[in-house]
C-alpha cells in the first residue's frame, strides 16, 4: 500500500516556466513532508520541507504547498532552469508511534533549454 | 568534510554468499538509516536506528540485518542474498529523527 504517491513518472517543462510537481498521501498522521532532489549517480540532497502546521514555505525558487484536507502537496520551481533536471522525491513522517520516513515514487523533471 | 560514505559502491555477487554494505557518518549524528530505491517504486526504508544499540524495521526489512554498535557506523547486512535484492542501495544519517537527512553516494548490488 503506497502512502506516499507521486503519480506523475516524469515531467518536461521549458526553461523559465513553472514546474509543478504533485504528491499525494493517505496517512493522517503524517505531519511533516518534505522534498528531495536526486542527480545520477548521487544520494539524494534535502530540498525544501513543509511542517502540518503551515500551507506553504519558500525558499528562493522553491515553494512547496500543503493542502490537508485533501492530502495532497504540490513543489513549485519558478523559474525552471536546467540544472534543476533530476529525479524529485517526497517524503513524509510521523511524529508519533513511528520513526520511519516514507517516500514517493519519485518524478523525472527534465527542463529543456 | 562532513559526510556519509558506503562501500562498496558497485557489487555483484551470487545468489546465497553473505554480504555486508558498510556506511559510516562523520557528522556524530543520532538517527542513521538505509533505504533502497527500485524503479518505480521510490525509496524505500529497510532499516533504520534511533542511536546505538537502536534500531528498528522500515517498510522493507525482509531478507536484511542492520547493526549500531558504534554511533558512527550503520552496515546492512544480506545473510543470504537473492536476486530480488538486486538494487540500489542508501544510507542516510541526520542528527535526529526530525532533523534534515543527508544521503550516502549509494550502491548498487546486483545478485545473480
Known amino acids: 500500500d503506497q502512502q506516499v504517491k507521486q503519480n506523475s513518472p516524469s515531467l518536461s517543462v521549458q526553461e523559465g516556466r513553472i514546474s509543478i510537481l504533485n504528491c499525494d498521501y493517505t496517512?493522517?498522521?503524517?505531519?511533516?513532508f518534505l522534498w528531495y532532489k536526486k542527480y545520477p549517480a548521487e544520494g539524494p540532497t534535502f530540498l525544501i520541507s513543509?511542517?502540518?502546521?503551515?500551507d506553504k514555505n519558500e525558499d528562493g525558487r522553491f515553494t512547496v504547498f500543503l493542502n490537508k484536507s485533501a492530502k495532497h502537496l504540490s513543489l513549485h520551481i519558478v523559474p525552471s532552469q536546467p540544472g534543476d533536471s533530476a529525479v524529485y522525491f517526497c517524503?513524509?513522517?510521523?511524529?508519533?508511534?513511528?520513526?520511519?520516513?516514507?517516500f514517493g515514487t519519485g518524478t523525472r523533471l527534465k527542463v529543456l533549454a | 568534510e562532513a559526510q556519509v560514505t558506503q562501500n562498496p559502491r558497485y557489487l555483484i555477487t551470487v545468489t546465497g554468499k553473505k554480504l555486508t554494505v558498510t556506511c559510516s557518518q562523520n557528522m556524530n549524528h543520532e538517527y542513521m538509516s538505509w533505504y533502497r530505491q527500485d524503479p518505480g517504486l521510490g525509496l524505500r526504508q529497510i532499516y533504520y536506528s534511533m542511536n546505538v544499540e537502536v534500531t528498528d524495521k522500515g517498510d522493507v526489512p525482509e531478507g536484511y540485518k542492520v547493526s549500531r554498535k558504534e554511533k558512527r557506523n550503520f552496515p546492512l547486512i544480506l545473510e543470504s542474498p537473492s536476486p530480488n535484492q538486486t538494487s540500489l542501495y542508501f544510507c542516510a544519517s541526520s542528527l535526529g529523527y526530525q532533523e534534515t537527512q543527508y544521503f550516502g553516494p549509494g550502491t548498487r548490488l546486483l545478485v545473480l
Open positions: 496517512n493522517s498522521m503524517f505531519d511533516y
Open positions: 517524503a513524509a513522517r510521523s511524529t508519533s508511534g513511528t520513526y520511519k520516513y516514507i
Open positions: 513543509i511542517s502540518s502546521i503551515k
